[in-house]
Structure formats: C-alpha cells, structure tokens
C-alpha cells in the first residue's frame, strides 16, 4: 500500500485561509493523477486535481476562484491552497491517486486514498 498522509486542516472563521498537504511516495507522485477530494455530511464530492507532470489542472465549480491545486515534485507533495473559506466548505478533506486523469476527476478509477485532515469553518 502506497500511504498518502494529508495535514494542515484545522479550526477556522470564515473568509479565512488554510494550505493542505499530501506527502506522497515518490512511486505514487511519478506514476499517478492527484487529486483533493472531500466528505461533507451528505455526499463525497470532487474539490481539484492535477496531472501527473503539473501543468494540467482541473476545479470543481463550487471552488473556483477561491481554491487552488498544485504539486511539488522535489517533495512529492500535493497541496490545496484554500481562501475565502465558506462554513459549506468544512469537511474531511482528502487526498486521492489515479492512472487516468478523468477516472481520477469522477473518483471510479482511484487506485490510493489517503486518511483525510478535517477542516472546519465557522461562520
């Protein structure tokens, strides 16, 4: 099993800002699509992904313009820079890897889950 460990959730008011981490094995971060997915009360809904070589990325709606992905390669790490936090944005957000990209954006073709880091956004 490759591990994919997320941090940087935490408590925080609305309007303010939070950077995710995902520390991935060097296999994973080579081989593999990232992607931050996140659980809600009711559904696990897509947040952002990125290619395998960093220059394609791809938002969900209800996060444009205020999220951001992106990948650093020499730490095999993915982040999600977050601002203009919502309270609908709190959930346990996640990282995810996948071989096909558009697998990865629809969450059927994940090969790697990671545990998840809670983010809660009070209004």
């Known amino acids: 099993q490759v591990p994919l460990v997320e941090s940087g959730g935490g408590l925080v008011q609305a309007g303010d800002s939070l950077r995710l981490s995902c520390v991935a094995s060097?296999?994973?971060?080579?081989?593999?699509?990232m992607a931050w997915f996140r659980q809600g009360p009711r559904k696990r809904e897509f947040v952002a992904a990125i290619?395998?070589?960093?220059?394609?990325?791809y938002n969900a709606d209800s996060v444009k313009d205020r999220f951001t992905v992106s990948s650093d390669s020499a730490k095999n790490t993915l982040f999600l820079q977050m601002n203009s936090l919502k309270p609908e944005d709190t959930a346990l957000y996640y990282c995810?890897?996948?071989?096909?990209?558009?697998?990865?954006?629809?969450?059927?073709?994940?090969?790697?889950w990671g545990q998840g880091t809670q983010v809660t956004v009070s209004s």
């Open positions: 995810a890897a996948a071989e096909s990209f558009s697998e990865l954006v629809t969450g059927s073709g994940v090969r790697y």
């Open positions: 290619n395998l070589s960093g220059d394609t990325e």
């Open positions: 060097g296999r994973t971060f080579s081989n593999y699509h």
